[in-house]
Nanobody, 126 residues
Framework: QVQLRESGGGLVQAGDSLRLSCTAS????????MGWFRQAPGKEREFVAA????????NYADSVKGRFAISRDNARNTVYLQMNSLKPEDTAVYFC???????????????????WGQGTQVTVSS
């Protein structure tokens, strides 16, 4: 069973940048596609970004396209989410998740993911 741990969240102002990290532990942790989701208070968890096993394919929610970038370093078992031009509506708890697949199949759906981290809070003030 893989364990995922997010870090890098915090309180920033609108227009600032943050980089989230998700470090995985466990055998074959770099073998699967990975995703980032977020959940704001009172709202359902929503897809943010996903990346396939080797980093050659990515997918983004329309709301973050052009501002966020997902990447991975398999040698470090770490996935990153670079968030630029942050907006107050980006405020949420951000979760990383490990897919049950190596490729991006239905990467926007939480059901594709088998392991989840505890989340890291991102707060963007206006």
């Amino acid at each position: 069973q893989v364990q995922l741990r997010e870090s890098g969240g915090g309180l920033v102002q609108a227009g600032d940048s943050l980089r989230l990290s998700c470090t995985a532990s466990g055998r074959s942790s770099s073998y699967f596609a990975m995703g980032w989701f977020r959940q704001a208070p009172g709202k359902e968890r929503e897809f943010v970004a996903a990346i396939n096993r080797d980093g050659g394919s990515t997918n983004y929610a329309d709301s973050v396209k052009g501002r966020f970038a997902i990447s991975r370093d398999n040698a470090r078992n770490t996935v990153y989410l670079q968030m630029n031009s942050l907006k107050p509506e980006d405020t949420a708890v951000y979760f990383c998740a490990q897919s049950q697949y190596t490729a991006l199949i239905q990467s926007t759906l939480p059901g594709e993911y088998k392991s989840w981290g505890q989340g890291t809070q991102v707060t963007v003030s206006s």
